[in-house]
């Protein structure tokens, strides 16, 4: 099990990172303009920046403090903070009647849920 969290908290860090980067390098109409991207009109250039950011500090999250051995409660920190955003993610896009990046976005849910599982509980580093 240890070996399935890594490999997927290792896939997640990086489209959490692609997708953070682009939320806060690349400007909110481009945004919307890229397929199922329409939702970021829906919020002001300022959220669509944190919420880039938080992305990306959570895929820090997933990875780093595991990797130095430094606070290693932070992985699953970081992966409740994800699904939290994923589930919100999923609100919206259902809100929106894009059923197709619903889905999407609960499967990410459930993947980073997972990680937050089995790093707090089973596999948990601390233990």
Do not use: Q
Not at 15 to 37: D, H, Q, T, Y
């Amino acid at each position: 099990m240890n070996t399935a969290l890594w490999i997927i908290a290792g896939l997640l860090a990086a489209v959490f990172l692609i997708a953070g980067s682009n939320k806060l390098f690349i400007p909110r109409e481009k945004l919307a303009k890229a397929p199922g991207g329409g939702w970021v009109l829906d919020f002001g250039p300022r959220f669509v920046k944190a919420l880039g950011a938080l992305e990306i500090l959570g895929a820090v999250g997933l990875i780093l403090p595991a990797l130095l051995g430094i606070a290693p409660i932070l992985v699953p920190v970081a992966a409740t903070g994800l699904t939290t955003i994923m589930v919100g993610a999923a609100i919206v896009t259902c809100r929106r009647r894009e059923f197709g990046h619903t889905l999407l976005d609960l499967a990410y849910a459930v993947l980073v849920a997972f990680v937050a599982f089995g790093r707090f509980g089973p596999e948990s580093f601390t233990g």
